[in-house]
T-cell receptor, first 111, second 107 residues
Framework: EAQVTQNPRYLITVTGKKLTVTCSQN?????MSWYRQDPGLGLRQIYY???????DKGDVPEGYKVSRKEKRNFPLILESPSPNQTSLYFC??????????FGPGTRLTVL | GIQVEQSPPDLILQEGANSTLRCNFS?????LQWFHQNPWGQLINLFY???GTKQNGRLSATTVATERYSLLYISSSQTTDSGVYFC?????????FGKGTRLHILP
């Protein structure tokens, strides 16, 4: 089954404790993205990747890191999470010019 | 940066009604898409529609790229259509979303 998976689905953590949210897709897509969704703000792109070892900043990259060592995986890293990073996070993948497929989301709470 | 305006922001309709949702871009974009976020938070792609018209059952979409807008039509609404509808476009390799239209269908 073609899908995008994210883990964990829910995470409660404390300020400053490094965390990683994993994202994996099995559709051989080149383009992968991370978004955060906050009430009233829609989805905002954090980082994106056009292919392996190619990553770039989206609209809200501050406080986040990503890597793309393999085509299928695109982890999101919060080196020192803060409460303003409490949000709902989505990973997505697509062909460069094509329909985006979203993961199920990760609800992150930073205390 | 590019601004994406979706209208209306909220819509409450009786089951069976028709609706038109609009998405305006302040500048040209590629790869325009429409998504539905259901009440459980899942994002589902509805249409990939950079230009022209597509139909899928009770839903159809039209994009007029030269005028930088897209329309999503929902006919004979059902309660399962409730949720938030987003449009998104690609510009300079970045994807920009609108803030969405929240649709509530009453039984």
């Amino acid at each position: 089954e073609a899908q995008v998976t994210q883990n964990p689905r829910y995470l409660i953590t404390v300020t400053g404790k490094k965390l990683t949210v994993t994202c994996s897709q099995n559709m051989n897509h080149e383009y992968m993205s991370w978004y955060r969704q906050d009430p009233g703000l829609g989805l905002r792109q954090i980082y994106y990747s056009m292919n392996v070892e190619v990553t770039d900043k989206g609209d809200v990259p501050e406080g986040y890191k990503v890597s793309r060592k393999e085509k299928r995986n695109f982890p999101l890293i919060l080196e020192s999470p803060s409460p303003n990073q409490t949000s709902l996070y989505f990973c997505a993948s697509s062909l460069v010019a094509g329909t985006q497929y979203f993961g199920p989301g990760t609800r992150l709470t930073v205390l | 940066g590019i601004q994406v305006e979706q209208s209306p922001p909220d819509l409450i309709l009786q089951e069976g009604a028709n609706s038109t949702l609009r998405c305006n871009f302040s500048d040209s974009v590629n790869n325009l898409q429409w998504f539905h976020q259901n009440p459980w938070g899942q994002l589902i792609n509805l249409f990939y529609i950079p230009s022209g018209t597509k139909q899928n059952g009770r839903l159809s979409a039209t994009t007029v790229a030269t005028e930088r807008y897209s329309l999503l039509y929902i006919s004979s609404s059902q309660t399962t259509d409730s949720g938030v509808y987003f449009c998104a476009g690609l510009r300079d390799d970045k994807i920009i979303f609108g803030k969405g239209t929240r649709l509530h269908i009453l039984p």
